[in-house]
């Protein structure tokens, strides 16, 4: 995938592009996560996908922000769009960018063909106020590491960053609990307003969904049907190859519908 980048209210917005002439993909990962976790999800789904994954405000190669609330995600979306010269995409999100996707498509329904939701949820009460730990540098590569523990230490491993003087996370962990802060309250009304073909995923694992708010999320809102994969909150990661079956099969449908 390239890297590639585009200016928007004064921040670098940084995304990865597998740039393939075929229809388009956008990637939204989750608070701490960045667009390389899904580079080899594009690798499975070329050539018939060309899959483009942006590091969000605060995260990756992207600039920090000085807010982080609902519209300024939506604008950044907006404006990769634009750049991109995108009529439409399908939209992928996990967690934070599951819920960037489905206000994006209650805001621009034109300009979503499809939706993966992956393992959020649309009641969000919960600030993750423990990363605040994070914050900071640390002497060594190995200090972090500690701090973050075993559970965390997989998934953000790709957002140590080596300084001349130490060690630290690519994104700000107090910028992540404002971000959150912002994602909180009850989305019904933007999951319900659009209808076009939506698959929501969710890890048989997970401490931030339910099984029942999903079956719900789907008998509400048409042309939605879930699938539940082994693993927790972040299953493009945790178990690529389930995900990645069961995104081509969601897709091939989109294709020939």
């Known amino acids: 995938m390239q890297r590639r980048a585009f200016p928007r209210d004064g921040l670098h917005l940084s995304y990865l592009d597998s740039a393939l002439k075929a229809p388009a993909l956008i990637a939204l ?39 982080y609330t609902r519209d300024d ?59 605040l730990a994070w914050q900071g540098e640390f002497p060594t590569r190995e200090a972090l590491a500690d701090l973050i523990g075993p559970r965390f230490l997989p998934y953000l491993e790709p957002s140590f960053r080596e300084t001349q003087t130490g060690w630290k996370l690519a994104f700000d962990p107090l910028d992540m609990v404002t ?52 693993g927790s909150h972040v299953l493009h990661f945790e178990d690529p190859a389930a995900f990645e079956a069961a995104t081509k099969n969601f897709l091939s449908h989109l294709s020939s519908s």
């Open 73 to 131: 995600y939506l604008g950044d979306l907006d404006a990769l769009y634009d750049h991109l010269h995108l009529s439409e995409a399908v939209l992928l999100g996990n967690s934070l960018g599951g819920v960037n996707a489905y206000q994006f498509a209650a805001r621009h329904p034109q300009k979503v063909r499809g939706l993966i939701i992956e393992d959020i949820g649309v009641e969000l009460k919960d600030v993750p106020t423990f990363m």
């Open 29 to 67: 990962h989750a608070h701490t996560m960045e667009a390389v976790t899904f580079a080899p999800l594009a690798e499975a789904l070329a050539p018939a996908w060309r899959l483009i994954a942006l590091d969000q405000r605060g995260h990756g190669y992207s600039d920090h922000a000085p807010t």
């Open 179 to 230: 971000s959150g802060k912002c994602l909180l309250g009850n989305h019904w009304n933007d999951w319900l307003a659009i209808d076009c073909p939506a698959l929501i995923i969710r890890g048989r694992d997970s401490r931030v969904t339910t099984e029942s708010e999903f079956e719900e999320m789907a008998t509400r809102r048409p042309n939605t049907r879930i699938e539940t994969l082994n």
